[in-house]
């Protein structure tokens, strides 16, 4: 049975960081490409981050240079660590898994707010 858990999402104050934290079983981890969605009320599901199997990594514009995309083959992991967070940055995250097959995560909501 495949499943991907997020956790790690919660409620920031604007400038502050959270961690995302994605466990991966039931498939092949090491051979999928690896990515965090988002979805704000209201907005289309985008991509923020990307890793492939080789650790090459692709990020959202408004992300870049904030936010760090890792994986960790050993464990089945792959974190989302998110600095200087913005209020548009709120929104629900999806771990997503991607090859042969499309697998998504039950999403945690990010809520950046004073």
């Known amino acids: 049975q495949v499943q991907l858990v997020e956790s790690g999402g919660g409620l920031v104050q604007p400038g502050g960081s959270l961690r995302l934290s994605c466990a991966a079983s039931?498939?092949?981890?090491?051979?999928?490409?690896m990515g965090w969605y988002r979805q704000a009320p209201g907005k289309q599901r985008e991509l923020v981050a990307q890793i492939t199997r080789g650790s090459s990594t692709n990020y959202l514009d408004s992300v870049k240079g904030r936010f760090t995309i890792a994986r960790d083959n050993a464990k089945n992991t792959v974190d989302l660590q998110m600095n200087s967070l913005k209020p548009e940055d709120t929104a629900v995250y999806y771990c997503n898994a991607c090859w042969l097959n499309d697998y998504w995560g039950q999403g945690t909501q990010v809520t950046v707010s004073s």
């Open positions: 039931g498939f092949t981890f090491s051979i999928y490409r």
